[in-house]
Every structure is written in structure tokens, then in C-alpha cells.
């Protein structure tokens, strides 16, 4: 398994979009491409963990081959526990919001607040942009980006499932 | 052969109000110069939308030049990278720096202090100004929202019926004197409307359709397709009545097109209205821009920012300096003076009386041109907007159509407008993106477990219910995979938005002046602001946005998450919080006390208004200076009030009457 093979692999589980919408047969954005190294380079700086992404994506590897298979669902769990260190953590969370939103998330935690914190985020590029995921979850488009016609808006969108890939 | 010889009109500003001047004399085979100091119109908007893509703050700003944002490398006092107005040529004001108003290097815009002894709730606080515009070629048509709604003739009539403002000159009949330019501007912009909708409307009012609002009333298209979000409050508001006025939803007129119209394309739903539309399915003057130089008879210089004004000895107008730039940030390369029969400023309400006060070299004008009577940059006025949001019962799809399609017309006038000010409801389809920074914001919260969106902790709205929205889940729960789909979903898909367009009312106090310390790259001065809320009257009204906005999202069966700011700080002090920029208190007849924050509409309104005397204003009802006859202003800057509909068709119907005041003159 290539380290692009995980990281879609691992986006799928922690996104819960299928692999359809991760990773199309026929690609002609690739975003995975941007973000692959992108998340690597920044996990690897803001935990001062060279090894920290390879550790996360051999360990998503490990836990999609083991017998018998692991559900999604437990495989999600697993990498997000506790067992796991918080770089760790937070390095698969980062992911999450960088497919959702096409930008790079900064977490200020503020324990004990009303808020918990706040998140900054800076945006990758204008493919990243119009890529989010997020458009998808709420059956729209990226604003700014509409490829419906005319007067779509007064009738309801088509049902998630087609927008997340999971039918 | 000098350029007198060549033009009869010179117009300064290449927005809508210019636009539509220039379109009509170079029609009537005047020949015009029009002097734009920002950027030509890009052949083009892909620049423009790469821009708007990759910013991470999607303000109305972000897609225009000079940057808005990320300009500079981020550090703690300037989290945002705004740049330092004082190294462009053409800087302007951006939403951005509402927050940072009190730092001179960010805020283009400088300010007047803060007296002292203020409290939450003193009518002496003041604030930053909330609205922006822009500087290039287009001007802030750019990125308005394309509402098309008149005013009504009680518009006009603000001091005669109810005692409070001023009328327009003239009052009811200056709207009369205006249907048939309202008529016209429909046309020029290429209006999307239901004629039997404003009818209800405007029979509300004591408009009455035989010829009052236009024998030839209809608009250019069909009106735009409302949003399921309109359905849901046309369905569920009944009989309802606030303020003895009835309650009900009207589809917006758009200046969008609702079938192919003037070569340009059907609206595609884009929901990007403002900050830009990516297939220009919505009017901008760049449109009547064209026109106007398809005459033949209409030249633009870019990039030529007009500096000062002359006049001659009998005190009329006799040129027009500017100074050319090659770079944005870069230095002057040239200047010169434009000479021409007549001058219209068209350069909105914060460069049109920056302009006129800086010319101030003017043996008898010391004050500046147009300024005899110190009226020049006063009351200064905004739709000062109230946001109320909440989730409905029901997935009602936001976040698609245009940003707002419909609105509540049946409150923008009544006797209550003796007490509280006026306003009218717009209906959001943007979902929670202006009220809470969405789609982001509620994302961060299910990601890292955070409730800035009040959807995953502890939060309580006014009427107490808690807001967490799984009640069987912790608070600042961490999702993933599909429980994350789902709950976004469910969200999102929920998020409803009202925002209430109040009147502002004329304040000769709230001005603009010209700062004494902060210059462009030019060496052009910036404008000093002033800015209050001063009048019970305004804040009344927010207290009335308050109430209905719970009433509404009751009869909707929806879950109100409206979150009032914090207490306003209006000092700072050693190791304490930042002083706020729009937070005010406002105590009620209950003795309640009420926190707002207000938003800008973008609607910059007043600044050399027309009036019945020079005393009183600095233009006449003809939009002809008092103090010097060959010299016209356009825009919103003309409006004596700021009255209850958005402004751009008024300032195009106005533009278009003023254009026939100038082609009369000029024989």
C-alpha cells in the first residue's frame, strides 16, 4: 500500500465520505494530491514529528488489514482514541476539517469556556476551495461555484447519499 | 486645443450613478470625460474570482483590488494581514477593518475620539462605520445584492408625517416627480419581478396604480424563483400583524436575471450575489460602462484620482485636477486638469465629500467647494442592520439560490414611525455564512469539539432553551465518518437568517472630515469619521427586531440562536479587552437591558444631501450645488433620509433625473 493508498484510505473513515468522492476513478481535480503533502509537511512541523504522519498512516494500514475486517466505523475510533497521542489526535481531526473546508485549520483550545476555543483556518488554493466537502454535506455547492441552472433552488436537492457517495 | 474644447461633462467615479450620467449624455451626443481613480474594468472577472476563492475571510471586499487581507505577514496586533491604507493609491474601507477601526495602520478610515464617562447604553458612544465600498471600475455595484425596491412617498415624508428627520425637497411629490426615472431604471438595470406581489405592496402604502407608481409599471423579467426558506414563511405567518401593521412575505425585485437579458446569463444560483457573481447573471454599471462607451461619445481614464476642484472667479466650476499612478502602490506618475461646461461627482458618499473638502484652496471656498454652509460630509447614515438566526424544524435547503430572494415590505411604514424607526425584513439564503461565519465555524465545532455556533455545548438562547443540538450527546462532542455527515447535515441544512434594514436617522453629527494626520500613497488626506447611534428612536427599533424575530421563528416552529455580544467596550485599559466597534446597550420601557451589535447593509447614504435651502444641504432637488451652478452630485449621497428600501435603484432613478437636469442646463 502506497502512502497515497492510506491517506485516501484514512480520509474515507475519518470523513465519512465514500471513496468515490475521495478518490474518483476519473480525477480531474485531484485535490488529494494538494493535500497529501500539504498535511504531511504541517503535521510533521507543528508536532516537531518527522515520523508523526507515516505513524498515523501505517497505523490506519495495520487496522485496515486486520482479520477479521474492522468496520469503518471502529477503524475511526481506534485512531481517534485516547490510547492514541494527542498529536496524533489532533493530526487525523486536522484532516477531517482540510477535506471539509479546503484549508488548514489552527486550534486555539480554551478548556472550561463557554466556546471550548476557536479555530482559525487558512485557505490552500481556489481547487481547495471549491472542493470542500462541506458543500456536499449540506446538498449545495461552493458558493461561488454553482453548476445547477436556474431556479434549482426552489425545489429540494437531491438526497445526501448522492452528494456523500454512500448509496 | 484644450480639453474644454473636447468635453462638456466631466463626471469623477465610474460606478453606477456615473455610469448611468455619462450613458445618457454621450446618448444625447454630449461628449464626456469620466475619471475613475481605481483599476479598469478587467476583461474578465476570472482575477477577480481567484482572488474571492482562495481568500480565507469571504467579506463583500475580498475579490477587489488593493488586497484586503493577507496583504502583509500576520502578527498578533494584525491577525489578518490587513495592509496599511497609508502605502496604496486608492485605498478604501473593507469590513475587515470594522474590528481594527482604532488602528491607524489597518483602518483607512480615521476617527474621532472617544469622549469620556461613557456608559453601554450613552447615545454619545461612538462606533465604526460598517459599510464599505469600492474603487475601481464598476464601483460597489460590484458586489451589491441586486434588491430593485422603490421607497414609498411616506419615505419622503419623514418630518411632515411623523415628525422626526427631514422630508425630501418637495416630499410626496418629489416621489411623483420621480415614478417615471424609477420606471426607466428598471429597465436600465434589467429588473426580475412579480408586478401582483409589489401591488399588494404598494396599495398598502396609498400608492395607487393608476399612474401613481407608473402607467407603464412592469418590470423587464419574470420575478426570480423564491427559495423553499421564502415558502416556509409565506406558509407558516397566517394572519399575523405586528405594530398594527400586517405581516407578510414579499418576492425581492432583482437586478438579476431571471431569463437570458441585456447578453448576459440566467442566474445559475450561485448564492455569491455578494461578494461577487461568477457569470455577471447580476447587473453591475459595468454593463451601462459599456453602453455608455459604445455611444462613442463617453472616454474613461482609469487610474486618474481626482484631487481637487477649481473655480473660477463668478465662482462656478472650471476644472478638475488629478494625479496618475502606474502601480497601485507605487508613485505618481503624471497629473493634470480636466476642463469641461459641467462636473458631476459621482464618487459616493465618502470620496465625493472627501473631494470636495480638500478643495479648499478656493479664494471664498476655504471650507471646501460646495461647503458655504458647512454641510459637506454630514449625516452621514447606514441601514443600521439587526441580525436574528436560528434553525428550522425542517431541512429547508440554504445555501443555494440567490443570497436573498424574498422579504417582509409590510413594516416600512406605519404610526409606530413616530416612535421607533422603521425597517424592512430581508430573508437570507446564505444560511448561518454572515451571522456566525458558517459553513466553517460549525464544522471547527463538530471537528475539535468547540460551540462558537452554540450547536455543542452548554449554550441557552433568550427564551431558554439550550441549544446543543443532540441532547443525548456531550457537550463538545468530536465527531467523525458518518455521524459528522449527519449531524452537519441536519445543520446546515436548517440554518435560517433575518436581517432588519432600520433607519438611520440624519445626524449632522455623524460626518465625514478630512483626517489632519493619515494620507494615502498620494498624499491625499483620509477621511475622518464620525459615528453614533444618538438618537432612542434607532435603538427602539432594535429592541422591535428583537421581539419579532422571536415571534416569527415561533410561528415557524424554529429554534432561535440570535447571541447578543458581549458588553461594549468603548476604552481600553492595561492588560483589558480591546475596545469594541459596533456593540451597543439599549434599555427598554421594561427596564430591560438589551446588548446589540449592529451590521452594515453597505448602504453609505447622506453625505452631501439635497434639501429646500442652502442652510440646510448641499445640493438642491435638481442635485445641482447651491454654491456653484455647473457643478451636479449623484449617488446616495443625495439622499436627505436613508428611508426603508435598499438604495440602488433610487440612486440609478436619481442618477437618470439628474442626467435630464444637465442636458436642459447645457443648451
Keep these: ?167 | 486645443m484644450s480639453d474644454s474644447d473636447v468635453f462638456d461633462v466631466v463626471i469623477v467615479g465610474a460606478g453606477i450613478a456615473g455610469a448611468i450620467v455619462a450613458h445618457e449624455l454621450g446618448k444625447a451626443g454630449k461628449k464626456v470625460l469620466i475619471l475613475e481613480g481605481g483599476p479598469k474594468v478587467p476583461p474578465d472577472r476570472s482575477g477577480y474570482m481567484e482572488t474571492f476563492y482562495k481568500a480565507n475571510a469571504k467579506t463583500p471586499e475580498s475579490p477587489y483590488p488593493p488586497a484586503t487581507q493577507a496583504a502583509v505577514p500576520a502578527t498578533a496586533d494584525n491577525p489578518l494581514g490587513l495592509p496599511d491604507p497609508a502605502g496604496e493609491n486608492t485605498p478604501r474601507y473593507t469590513v475587515l477593518q470594522v474590528d481594527a477601526w482604532r488602528k491607524k495602520t489597518q483602518s483607512y478610515f480615521d476617527y474621532t475620539e472617544q469622549e469620556a464617562g461613557l456608559t453601554g447604553t450613552s447615545l454619545n458612544a461612538k462606533f465604526a462605520f460598517a459599510s464599505s465600498y469600492e474603487r475601481v471600475g464598476g464601483g460597489t455595484t460590484w458586489h451589491w445584492l441586486g434588491t430593485c425596491l422603490r421607497l414609498f412617498p411616506e419615505d419622503f415624508q419623514l418630518k411632515t408625517l411623523y415628525d422626526q428627520g427631514v422630508d425630501w425637497p418637495g416630499g410626496a411629490d418629489f416621489y411623483y416627480d420621480l415614478v417615471p426615472f424609477y420606471e426607466k431604471a428598471n429597465r436600465v438595470i434589467g429588473v426580475s419581478g412579480d408586478k401582483p406581489s409589489l401591488e399588494r405592496v404598494y396599495q398598502q402604502y396609498n400608492v395607487e396604480p393608476s399612474g401613481e407608481y407608473g402607467a407603464e409599471y412592469d418590470f423587464a423579467m419574470p420575478g426570480i424563483v423564491p427559495s423553499l426558506q421564502d415558502d416556509l414563511y409565506s406558509k407558516s405567518l397566517g394572519a399575523m400583524s405586528y405594530d398594527g401593521n400586517p405581516v407578510y412575505v414579499t418576492p425581492t425585485p432583482q437586478g438579476r436575471n431571471s431569463v437570458p437579458h441585456q447578453n448576459r446569463r440566467q442566474c445559475a444560483g450561485n448564492t455569491n450575489c455578494i461578494p461577487i457573481c461568477p457569470i455577471q447573471a447580476k447587473y453591475d454599471a459595468t454593463v451601462t460602462l459599456a453602453d455608455a462607451v459604445q455611444t462613442g461619445n463617453v472616454e474613461i481614464r482609469y487610474q486618474h484620482v481626482a484631487s481637487n476642484i477649481q473655480l473660477a472667479d463668478d465662482a462656478s466650476v472650471c476644472g478638475i485636477d488629478y494625479l496618475v499612478y502606474d502601480q497601485p502602490n507605487g508613485i505618481a506618475t503624471g497629473s493634470g486638469t480636466v476642463q469641461a461646461k459641467a462636473y458631476v461627482l459621482a464618487a459616493h458618499a465618502i470620496e465625493t465629500p472627501k473631494l470636495l473638502l480638500m478643495s479648499n484652496k478656493n479664494p471664498g471656498f476655504e471650507c471646501g467647494v460646495a461647503n458655504k454652509h458647512d454641510q459637506v460630509g454630514r449625516h452621514l447614515m447606514d441601514h443600521i442592520m439587526y441580525l436574528g438566526w436560528g434553525l428550522a424544524k425542517d431541512p429547508m435547503y440554504p445555501y443555494r439560490g440567490p443570497l436573498s430572494t424574498s422579504g417582509i415590505e409590510s413594516l416600512r411604514d406605519g404610526e409606530f414611525r413616530r416612535e421607533r424607526s422603521a425597517y424592512r425584513v430581508e430573508i437570507g439564503n446564505e444560511g448561518w455564512q454572515w451571522a456566525a461565519n458558517d459553513p466553517a465555524t460549525t464544522l471547527a465545532d463538530f471537528v475539535f469539539g468547540q460551540n462558537n455556533s452554540q450547536l455543542n455545548g452548554n449554550s441557552v438562547n433568550e427564551q431558554g432553551e439550550p441549544l446543543r443540538w443532540d441532547t443525548n450527546a456531550p457537550a463538545f462532542s468530536k465527531l467523525f465518518g458518518a455521524e459528522l455527515v449527519q449531524t452537519l447535515n441536519q445543520v446546515y441544512t436548517r440554518q435560517m437568517r433575518l436581517g432588519y434594514l432600520i433607519e438611520q436617522l440624519p445626524d449632522p453629527d455623524n460626518r465625514v472630515q478630512l483626517s489632519s494626520e493619515l494620507k494615502d500613497n498620494l498624499g491625499l488626506p483620509r477621511p475622518l469619521v464620525t459615528y453614533r447611534l444618538g438618537s432612542d428612536y434607532e435603538r427602539k427599533s432594535f429592541v422591535s427586531a428583537k421581539k419579532l424575530t422571536t415571534e416569527l421563528f415561533n410561528k415557524l416552529g424554529a429554534t432561535e440562536y440570535t447571541k447578543a455580544p458581549a458588553d461594549p467596550v468603548f476604552y481600553k485599559t492595561e492588560g483589558g479587552p480591546d475596545v469594541t466597534s459596533t456593540s451597543f446597550q439599549y434599555t427598554d420601557d421594561d427596564g430591560t437591558t438589551h446588548n446589540f451589535k449592529f451590521y452594515g447593509a453597505g448602504h453609505i447614504v447622506g453625505t452631501y444631501r439635497m434639501g429646500t435651502k442652502p442652510e440646510n444641504s448641499v445640493l438642491n432637488s435638481r442635485q445641482q450645488s447651491w454654491d456653484h451652478h455647473n457643478l451636479y452630485m449623484v449617488g446616495s449621497g443625495v439622499f436627505p433620509t436613508i428611508a426603508t428600501g435598499n438604495p440602488t435603484l433610487t440612486i440609478a432613478a436619481l442618477a437618470l433625473q439628474a442626467a435630464e437636469n444637465i442636458k436642459q442646463d447645457l443648451v
Design chain 1, 1 to 167: 500500500m502506497s502512502s497515497m493508498d492510506n491517506f485516501v484510505g484514512l480520509s474515507v473513515v475519518l470523513t465519512g465520505f465514500a471513496k468515490s468522492v475521495i478518490n474518483p476513478t476519473l480525477d480531474e481535480v485531484n485535490i488529494k494530491a494538494e493535500y497529501l503533502p500539504v498535511w504531511t509537511e504541517r503535521v510533521a512541523s507543528e508536532s516537531g514529528d518527522n515520523q508523526l504522519p507515516e505513524k498515523i498512516l501505517s497505523n490506519y494500514q495495520a487496522l485496515s488489514e486486520q482479520e477479521p475486517a474492522l468496520t469503518d466505523q471502529q477503524i475511526g475510533e481506534q485512531m481517534l482514541s485516547d490510547s492514541q497521542s494527542a498529536a496524533f489526535v489532533l493530526a487525523c481531526r486536522q484532516l477531517i476539517f482540510l477535506w471539509y473546508m479546503g484549508a488548514w485549520p489552527t486550534v486555539q483550545e480554551a478548556p472550561g469556556t463557554s466556546t471550548g476555543g476557536r479555530t482559525d483556518f487558512c485557505t490552500l488554493s481556489s481547487k481547495s476551495y471549491t472542493s470542500g466537502l462541506v458543500w456536499r454535506v449540506m446538498q449545495a455547492h461552493p458558493m461561488g461555484d454553482s453548476n445547477y441552472s436556474y431556479g434549482y433552488w426552489g425545489e429540494p436537492p437531491v438526497a445526501l447519499d448522492k452528494y456523500t457517495g454512500q448509496q
